[in-house]
């Protein structure tokens, strides 16, 4: 790969997640881009193409951010991709700049979503005065919660305890995932931009209320308000720009986005593990790196569920290994391998389209040493993953600057 | 019309028979490779054929996956057991009913047979036929 083939995160920011009682969703946005802007040291007038990602916003997130922060005339993309809008957005910002169509891309999330609730799984409106088959299945009625359930805790439920039939474990289920979720809430005290950041016992955890079991409330994406933008930047322009620049610049090593391919019962429950793996194993080859190289990586759990899938998916373990591969403590930060030290989705927080720029965000901050109290020490190369259900995997494999 | 006629019912979903034998789920099979859907395909998600045959699946099967929602959308009756059940090869969405809804009865890998139950009648009087997986 020529230089010019090379992209850098030049600049990047994420804000506090949390409740922003004061901010809209614009308002969000254009902070992130502010700060994000200020931390490559450009303008908006550098910008060549921008993406932005807003799950929850009506209308064209990008145009609304660009007449808050700048309008220029750039190509502007609105993206949608389920959780994985964010890293969407940043794929396509790097898909341009690889094209040679500009030098510099922006890419944006951003969510509004504090006290949301349940995700998916509408209301259930009284049944029909007459049964009268309708949809794709000739349903009579509402199908949530009679045949299956559609609720997102309950998905992920469902694919935590797939993992557990197809390797057996002796233990019990709910306990294990319950120490899943203690070691992010616990990761999470480091972290003041974490929307939580109270540690949580085992017993607080699973005392706690049900949603679908073995998930309960702290088990679940804590669902809040929350930003991150990514400024990137080819190889060639970076060498143009200050020795600080440079040293700080983070390389992408690895922007990779796959769906799901076909298998059987893929349709019938979401399988999150196939195109997780492809993307990983893409996302390596691309890196000329191995699972085994990894100082750090930040995974999408969007319950604790969904951790220990993708310890596996993401071939941290041996294949089959996720439960004795968390046991042995290698995902807390003290760990060989330390995953979420942000605390994650589930003590980080979950603002939709904010999360897949906001993971690499996280991994930035080691790579360029600018990680305070939670610094993993001498961090040289990190992976942040997304999963958006439908499904979309973002994997994106971050380098420290070799200067 | 007589009064001797037994009550009208009609299947919650077009994809559960009830009126040819016993009741049983139907999927659309793909001709080219097997795949099965219970909806309606232009081509097969897995092999892009565009021939497909109606297939019976089986009745019985090993539970998968579940979970207990007790969390749900408001109208959602709460708890309930939710699954995937391993029908001989085709996988299948439903409830896990006939059993109570904890960890200490929902076993990982239990045999399970489909059942079929009244879900409700409307105003014509016609009685609406759901399906669920009870331990076999």
Redesign the interface.
Known sequence: MSASDDIWILGISMTKFGKHTDKDTVDLGAEAIQDALADAGVTMRDIGVFAAGSLMTQGGIAQMLQKQVGQTGIPAYNVSNACATGATAQRTAIMAIKAGEADYGLACGVEKLAGAG?LA???????????T?KG??????????????E?M??VF???G??Y??EH?YDGT??ELFAKISEKNHSHSTLNPRAAYTKAMSLEQIMGD???????TRPMCSANCDGAAAAVVVNGATLKTLSLEQQRRAVKVSASILTSDP?E??C???PNVNTLTRNAAQQAYEQAGVGPGDLDLVELHDCFATAELVHYDNLMLCEPGGAVDFFNSGATWRTGSTPVNVSGGLQSKGHPIAATGIANIWEVCQHLRGEGGPRQIEGAKLGLAHVIGLGSACGVHVLEKAAA | MTDTQSPAQIPFVDYLVLDDGDPHLVANECTGCGARFFDRRNACAGCFGTEFGSVDVATEGVLRSYTIVSFAAPGVDVPFVAGVVDCDGTSVRGNVVGCPPDPDHIKLGMPVKLTTFPIGTDEAGTAAINFGFEPA
């Open positions: 349940l799984g509408a209301n259930r409106s009284a049944d029909n005065p007459t049964w088959p794709r299945f000739g349903a009579v009625a509402a199908v949530d919660g009679r045949i299956g359930t609720t805790p309950g439920a469902q694919i305890m797939e557990l039939h057996p289920p709910f209320v049900m949603i679908a079991y073995p998930n076909y059987e019962a349709q019938v429950l």
